[in-house]
C-alpha cells in the first residue's frame, strides 16, 4: 500500500486559485509516477496532470494547460496542484493517484494507476 492524502480542496470563485497538496512518502515521490485526477457528478473520473517519479517531466490535460501547474517536494513529501484561473468545469472531486508503470500516469488514464487517496472537493462557483 501507498498511502496518499489529498488536501486543500474548497469553494473558490471563477478566476480564482486553489493549491492542492498530496502527502504522500518520500519514497513513493522518488519511485511512483504520480498524478492528479478528477471526477465530476456523472462523469468519469479523468486525468488532469501527471509527474514522473524524477519530477522532471510533467504532463497535462488540454483542459488544463496553462491554467494548473504540478509539482513535487521532496522536502514537504508532497506532490502539489496549483490551480489558476479556475472555471466552473473545474467543479469535481479530485484524486492523487500513484503509478507502478509511469505510462499509466503520463498519459493520464486513471484505469492503470494503481494507488489512490480518498480526494478533496473542489467547487468553482460564484
Known amino acids: 500500500q501507498v498511502p496518499l492524502v489529498e488536501s486543500g480542496g474548497g469553494l473558490v470563485r471563477p478566476g480564482g486559485s486553489l493549491r492542492l497538496s498530496c502527502s504522500a512518502s518520500?519514497?513513493?515521490?522518488?519511485?511512483?509516477?504520480i498524478g492528479w485526477f478528477r471526477q465530476a457528478p456523472g462523469k468519469e473520473r479523468e486525468g488532469v496532470a501527471c509527474i514522473d517519479n524524477r519530477g522532471s517531466s510533467t504532463y497535462y490535460a488540454d483542459s488544463v494547460k496553462g491554467r494548473f501547474t504540478i509539482s513535487k517536494d521532496y522536502a514537504k513529501s508532497a506532490v502539489y496542484l496549483q490551480m489558476d484561473s479556475l472555471k466552473p468545469e473545474d467543479t469535481a472531486v479530485y484524486y492523487c493517484?500513484?503509478?507502478?508503470?509511469?505510462?499509466?500516469?503520463?498519459?493520464?488514464?486513471?484505469?492503470?494507476?494503481?494507488?489512490w487517496g480518498r480526494g478533496t472537493l473542489v467547487t468553482v462557483s460564484s
Open positions: 493517484a500513484a503509478a507502478d508503470r509511469a505510462s499509466w500516469c503520463t498519459n493520464l488514464l486513471a484505469h492503470g494507476m494503481d494507488y
Open positions: 518520500r519514497y513513493a515521490l522518488s519511485y511512483y509516477a
